[in-house]
């Protein structure tokens, strides 16, 4: 009964989610309510009521008659898939409550930097400090055996992380710095941080070579397809977030097969 219940708030947040990814990356603030596109007619609440809203008006403004993006309620309808996927995988690796909360939480910033992404190509800052806070709390709450005497001791536990994570920001910082920002966006560098940090390093660098092995085929099937050129930009960050998401959940099986295939 509590998935039907997640999955249901994944479709609200889903709504929230959506105005996030068009407003932060122009650097605009969460005041105001939503409007149409085309006619800018401020939207009532029966206009807001995720995929329901849609089907009843048949995918068309209530008040111009213009068509509305089918992007926004597959983005919710995304969303409260998403959701209910985490739930499902944090309850049955892990034990705190806290813990599947960060997991919704952390769930719900990489929906953000993944529409961002895809729309504007850009990462929202916001959306990456939120990322570096979640992964602080998830790393803390989950090492609660270790004896953290000192307020020293306790901020120590976050040294190693921070190691880790500049070590896995590496590999894109490097590709940033010799094309000048051409071949990668330094929003994608800030997120590899934030990947290393919160994965550790294997875990991180694994994750670092999916968003690699993923984007490499899917460019690969763009050109065979045409659909771009040689000289055409495609985002990483989906890759990255896909990266990050599978190491959290499916670390131990993703590291077998790697190892299996090349044979460590």
């Known amino acids: 009964m509590i998935e039907a ?19 932060l990356p122009f650097g605009r603030t969460l005041l105001g309510r939503s409007e149409c596109e085309s006619c800018k007619h401020s939207l009532i609440w029966k206009d ?3 995929l329901i809203s849609f089907i009843e008006l048949k995918g068309k403004c209530r008040y111009c008659k213009a068509s509305l993006s089918i992007g926004y309620p597959l983005s919710e309808l ?20 806290i813990i599947h ?31 570096l806070i979640c992964a602080i709390l998830r790393i803390y709450f989950l090492a609660p ?3 953290l005497p000192s307020v020293f001791d306790r901020v120590s536990i976050f040294g190693t992380p ?9 590999p894109l910082l490097l590709v940033f710095l010799f094309t000048k920002g051409r071949g990668m966006g330094f929003g994608d560098v800030k997120f590899t941080f934030i ?29 065979l397809t045409r659909k771009k050129g040689m000289k055409s930009k495609v985002p990483f ?13 499916f670390d131990n099986d993703i590291m077998y097969w790697i190892m299996k295939a090349y044979g460590f």
Do not use: K
């Open 162 to 170: 921070a190691i880790h994570g500049v070590i896995v920001m590496l």
């Open 5 to 23: 219940y997640i999955f249901i708030i994944g479709l609200f947040f889903g709504s929230f989610l959506n105005v996030l990814a068009d407003r």
């Open 195 to 223: 990947l290393g940090f919160i994965l550790g390093l294997w875990n991180g660098l694994t994750a670092l070579y999916i968003a690699f092995l993923s984007g490499g085929l899917f460019g690969g099937v763009l050109l």
């Open 48 to 50: 807001l009521i995720p």
């Open 101 to 131: 909360i960060i997991h919704l939480v952390i769930a719900s910033i990489l929906i953000v930097m993944l529409l961002a992404d895809l729309r504007y190509q850009i990462i929202p800052d916001e959306m990456q400090i939120g990322l």
């Open 145 to 147: 055996h270790i004896e």
């Open 237 to 249: 960050g989906p890759f990255l977030i896909l990266g990050m998401y599978l190491m959290i959940f």
């Open 78 to 97: 995304f969303t409260g898939v998403i959701f209910l996927l985490t739930w499902s995988l944090s309850t049955a690796q892990f034990h705190d409550p």
